[in-house]
């Protein structure tokens, strides 16, 4: 009897045990949208990604080995933005209080030139700019996470071999992953010779295994190797040869001189807050500190949330800080920003002093300010119990980048090229414009809008949070910390939030459904053109409890809450 037990049971775990082993990672987990956690926690956009950043805090990594762990999964599991081949941005603070703001943009080519994209008659062919070969900068990505993993503490082998696993074994796509294959299954089979994972026969559907073998062997080169396992040998090899392929322009030279660059963050007081943010090459931190300085002598929280009133006053600081970004912001290794002139109290009062409480100003009288001289990204959040935070922006600018695969290397190019002006005046992809500040130059970086932030109260933890969008990066995560601080709204709800925006040009406010009747039509009555969009941003949150005392009065450890948007498949976890 006793043997017949004992043989059932082993048989039982085997099974169960070959079930965890192919199910563990094909079985997608269930997003779970908010929670609260005592030790660390991780938001992202795939629950794949959430819960393989939260188990690495588990196994004792801190915030930046569940960062790096995350940002390696969704290269393989959010391959519309998540990235080896693109680039990005992080905010972080260390437990011991250290600001770091580190810049892995994408960068120009050597061989790019000012007027790349103009045909022969001096117009700009935005084609070119967004999709294909010649769209793709430097990528900075891997050069970034091994600039972060000077902060973590597990082995890196830990970290990158779940990406690995999910990229050998395939993990299950979600609904709109696979809507999104689909629809992109034309551009995958016009810029690639050779057969790529993303495209298959008949049409993807939800729960289809997506397997990466050739990415795989590349995130294997990446562990061995490290950066070297991207930046030289058979990955570079390839990634030129691709170029080559297809009229791209980057080359050996452009990977071997490729460096993340660690920046000084934006920092900011808003209302007894600290604001922490990420500096040019992003324009992001600046406009979130100019909307945040403009608005903040109006007492916006005595105005009703999503009000009319208040939406007008945010709108208004909107136009006028996107104004001031296509004239003077750009990459600072090239072009001088007057960055704490932009910031300058008297000067972001002045911006305001043509607002009218009762009308839209016009964007064609709304110039940048004379100062004196003198379609995807993804965003991660992390907090570890320690106090470490991390929050990541990084994207390949549009779905899947430039849908350019490297051959034999399996990842996407990124198409961060458009992110440069083409010629002064011409929209790029979001609507941005821009001129000379950010005018193509060999070995430049392209003005961004990305934000990853923090905020700090008493220089204690209190938020970390980002969002994707492109241009509505910065608005998004201005009115998510406004929702927050001003209306003392919840993760969850800042989150669900309905957002808007107001870029300059074109002078039209996009809004999200979900404003309380009457808004939109006072907002048009004051004179806005408003535009109804479909889901601005994801934005990820968490917002740490204040700190209580406990009945012994001693200071309890403060716990955190967590918020993924519910616009996608974003997910939190932590224990
Ligand atoms: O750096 C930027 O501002 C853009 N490349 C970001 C693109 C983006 O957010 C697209 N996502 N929805």
Redesign the pocket.
């Known amino acids: 009897m006793l043997k017949i037990k004992s043989t059932f049971f082993l048989y039982f775990s085997l099974i169960n045990l070959f079930c965890l082993s192919i199910g563990l990672l094909s079985a997608q987990p269930r997003p779970v949208k908010n929670g609260h956690y005592k030790n660390g926690v991780v938001v992202c956009a795939s629950a794949y990604g959430a819960r393989i950043g939260a188990d690495i805090l588990r196994q004792g990594g801190n915030a930046y080995d569940a960062a790096i762990a995350t940002q390696l999964a969704l290269a393989v599991v959010y391959p519309q ?1 998540g990235n080896i081949g693109g680039g990005g941005f992080m905010v972080a603070r260390t437990a011991d209080g250290k600001l770091q703001a580190l810049d892995f943009r994408e960068r120009a080519p050597f061989l790019a030139t000012k007027n790349m994209y103009l045909d022969s008659n001096g117009q700009a062919d935005l084609h070119k700019s967004q999709d294909g070969h010649l769209s793709v900068g430097v990528p900075g990505a891997v050069a970034g996470i091994f600039s972060m993993y000077k902060n973590a503490r597990l082995p890196f082998k830990k970290l990158i071999d779940p990406a690995i696993e999910l990229a050998e074994k395939g993990f299950k796509i979600t609904e709109s992953e696979a809507r999104l294959l689909n629809r992109f299954k034309k551009d995958f089979q016009r810029y690639n010779d050779a057969p790529v994972a993303f495209v298959k026969a008949t049409p993807w559907q939800s729960g289809d295994l997506l397997v990466q073998p050739e990415l795989a062997a590349t995130l294997n080169l990446i562990r061995d190797k490290g950066a070297a396992g991207f930046y030289t040998g058979r990955t570079a090899k390839l990634i030129v040869a691709e170029m080559q392929r297809g009229g791209g322009i980057i080359r050996q030279q452009d990977l071997n001189r490729y460096q993340a660059i660690p920046r000084t963050p934006v920092q900011f007081a808003y209302h007894g807050y600290q604001v922490v943010s990420f500096p040019p090459p ?1 324009s992001g931190g600046l406009l979130l500190a100019q909307m945040m300085g403009m608005i903040q002598p109006f007492n916006i929280d005595t105005m009703g949330f999503l009000s009319a009133k208040a939406v007008h006053i945010m709108t208004e600081a909107e136009r006028r800080a996107f104004a001031d970004r296509a004239e003077y912001m750009g990459d600072p290794d090239y072009f001088q920003v007057p960055d704490s002139l932009l910031l300058n109290k008297t000067y972001l009062k002045s911006r305001m002093a043509g607002f009218d409480p009762t009308k839209a100003t016009p964007s064609t009288i709304v110039k940048a300010g004379q100062l004196y001289e003198h ?3 993804t965003h991660i959040c992390v907090a570890d119990k320690e106090g470490n935070l991390v929050s990541i922006t990084t ?1 390949l ?2 779905n899947f980048g430039s849908r350019v695969v490297v051959k034999g290397a399996g990842f996407l190019l990124n198409d ?1 090229m458009d ?1 440069f002006s083409a010629k002064p005046g011409v929209p790029n992809m ?1 609507g941005a414009v821009g001129g000379i500040a950010n005018a193509i130059e060999p070995g430049k970086r392209m003005l ?3 934000c990853p932030t923090l905020v700090l109260k008493n220089n204690a933890p209190y938020m970390v949070v980002g969002t ?4 509505t ?1 910065p608005t998004s995560v201005f009115q998510t910390i406004v929702d927050i601080i001003d209306y003392g709204k919840t993760p969850k709800e800042a989150t669900a939030a309905p957002k808007f925006h107001h870029q300059w040009l074109p002078d039209t406010t996009m809004m999200e459904d979900g404003f309380a009747p009457g808004v939109t039509d006072s907002l048009k009555q004051m004179g806005y053109a408003i535009k109804t969009v479909n889901g601005i941003g994801r934005t990820e949150i968490i917002l740490f409890d204040q700190q209580k005392m406990s009945k012994t009065g001693v200071k309890e450890r403060a716990g955190m809450q967590a918020a993924a948007d519910t616009r996608g498949d974003d997910s939190v976890d932590g224990y």
Do not use: L, Q, V, Y
């Not at 994707?468 to 241009?471: F, L, Q, R, V």
């Open positions: 933005a992003s379609k995807e990204t994207t600018n549009g961060e992110d979001f961004s809008s990305m994707p969008g492109g241009t990066i």
